[in-house]
């Protein structure tokens, strides 16, 4: 993202096309923003927070609900690392209670990790939870110790569970004797200098510029005001309030943990507050969520998981995206995040009709297109550049792969033999023509590269191109154990009938 000043273009023009009348009058006040590295790039604020006269601002603050996960499991995650959680250990070691959890007749073992990833078998809770986020923490623990019933056998489905996430939270509070929401403060939002996220509203000060929450059930033609759902038991799943750049820190905070070259996940000192590591577990699908048809929201995706309080998506162009949202009685917010360009995109809503999830992911889709961004960037070992380079001269030069064979591992001129490779290749040139020798310098015809074993590239021909593929072996020393070479089909870039993937639109950086 070299170019600031057209990111800045796309994100307003991407930020203005999403918020239509129709979408803004879903709620009273709304804040849109496009960031990029935990800077804001483009913001758009909407209506009145409380409805008495006074305009949203970008540092308006809203409450946040279940994005409030991500920072309980990023606190777990820095206890475990100093070795005051066991996340895999019986979760009955720090919450006793839930030693009468039940499937069927069956008692069942639970851990932390099945908690925290929303596979523990525990029912969807999503209305309960909302009404029970004030409870008070002894009501809590007698309805966990009567004896919870399973929706499912643990680690085998997923269920989104806010009970069974909140339990995280005892945890920490067993391990550390404070309440959870200090550990929270503490560890994460102090650090990180996040003065303007907390846990209750009264902890803002007077005249502290809070949206109110609404609801409409006429599609905004009227709202009704809905009091702040209150802080107890469950408030480590979903009580935070913050702001848009608040939350543009804390994501870049998570999403540089998967930077390359000089970076490397370790920018401003993030590892002090959490390693670069365990960043990339919350991020880390543990549990397959089920995404229907193949599409979600009007994208389409060849996966979804949920990592430990985030949801990952693998979106079928852009690659990895991050997100969680959050949704209380008067509130609707949203968070997600493009680790290899940076760029993230945050929307909040004072009304539970906003629908911030399908803006937020209309608005990063629509940025992301505009700037053709790459679905992930790779970096080749050298040896698979190396290899690459070797073979794109035999084929310029008419010889064989044979004489590449120090390269090779010993069944690639196996799988293949030599004259049946000579065979293919003549057919294949026979159709695009003989190879140009004014070819491009080699690193301009690289088209991507699936990961760091892995290199395409392309060769140009009198009537044609060539697209060749070469697969290593991560041995100590990485050998060749695939090459293939086919005609291109119309685009140039890919063989003829090949289906459309992410991988397409890896960015292969040569070092």
């Known amino acids: 993202m070299n170019d600031l000043g057209l990111l800045a273009d796309h994100a307003r023009d991407a930020v203005s096309a999403r918020l239509d009348t129709a979408t803004v009058r879903r709620a009273p006040a709304s804040v849109a923003a496009v960031v990029h590295r935990g800077e804001i790039i483009t913001v ?3 209506g009145e927070p409380r409805r008495d006269g006074d305009r949203t601002r970008p540092g308006t603050v809203f409450r946040i609900a279940s994005m409030s996960k991500s920072f309980l499991a990023a606190t777990a995650l820095s206890l475990r690392d100093e ?5 895999h250990a019986p979760a009955t070691d720090y919450v006793p209670e839930l030693a009468a959890a039940r499937f069927g007749d069956e008692r069942v073992d639970l851990s932390l990790d099945l908690l925290l990833s929303n596979r523990g078998g525990l029912a969807e809770d999503n209305p309960w939870g909302d009404e029970h986020l004030g409870s008070d923490r002894t009501e809590m623990a007698g309805l966990v110790a009567a004896g919870l019933t399973l929706a499912a056998r643990p680690a085998t489905e997923y269920h989104y569970s806010n009970l069974g996430i909140s339990l995280i939270g005892r945890a ?3 391990v550390t004797g404070r ?13 990180l200098g996040l003065h303007d996220t907390r846990a209750a509203a009264e902890l803002y000060p007077r005249g502290a510029d809070l949206a109110r929450g609404f609801r409409t059930f006429d599609d905004g033609d ?4 809905e009091p702040y759902v209150g802080s107890g038991a469950l ?3 979903g009580s935070l309030f913050s702001t848009v750049a608040d939350v543009a ?4 905070f998570l999403g540089c943990a998967f930077d390359e070259g000089p970076r490397a996940g370790h920018e401003s000192g993030a590892d002090e507050v959490l390693r670069a590591s365990s960043r990339r577990e919350l991020q880390t699908v543990r549990t397959l969520i089920p995404t229907g048809a193949g599409a979600s929201e009007g994208r389409e995706l060849d996966g979804a998981g949920y990592g430990y309080g985030l949801v990952v998506e693998h979106d079928r162009r852009f690659g990895r995206i991050v997100q969680h949202a959050g949704g209380l009685p008067g509130f609707s917010s949203h968070m997600r995040w493009h680790a290899p360009t940076g760029l993230g995109v945050i929307a909040f809503g004072n009304s539970d009709a906003f629908g911030a999830g399908a803006v937020a992911a209309d608005i990063l889709t629509g940025v992301l297109t505009r700037l053709d961004a790459p679905a992930a960037i790779v970096r080749p070992w050298p040896q698979t550049v190396a290899a690459a380079r070797r073979i794109d001269a035999l084929i310029a030069e008419g010889r064989p792969l044979s004489e590449a064979s120090a390269l090779l591992a010993r069944n690639v001129l196996r799988d293949v033999p030599e004259p049946v490779r000579e065979r293919r290749l003549a057919d294949a040139l026979a159709e695009v023509g003989p190879v140009r020798d004014d070819a491009a310098p080699f690193a301009t015809r690289v088209v991507a590269a699936a990961d760091r074993s892995t290199l395409r590239w392309t060769v140009p021909c009198e009537r044609g191109s060539l697209v060749c593929d070469v697969v290593l072996v991560g041995l100590h020393t990485p050998l060749v154990q695939e090459f293939s070479v086919q005609p291109a089909g119309a685009d140039g870039r890919k063989p003829r009938g090949e289906t459309s993937r992410a991988t397409d639109h890896h960015r292969a950086v040569l070092d």
């Not at 070795?83 to 996340?87: A, E, I, N, V």
């Not at 009227?222 to 005001?225: D, N, S, V």
């Not at 820190?249 to 870049?252: G, L």
Request: aromatic share 6%.
């Open 83 to 87: 070795g005051l959680l066991d996340l």
């Open 249 to 252: 820190a804390w994501m870049h």
């Open 235 to 237: 408030a480590c799943i």
């Open 172 to 174: 920490i509070e067993t």
């Open 222 to 225: 009227t709202f009704t005001p």
């Open 44 to 46: 758009a604020a909407h």
């Open 179 to 191: 309440p959870v929401e200090d550990v929270i403060r503490e560890r994460m939002l102090d650090p």
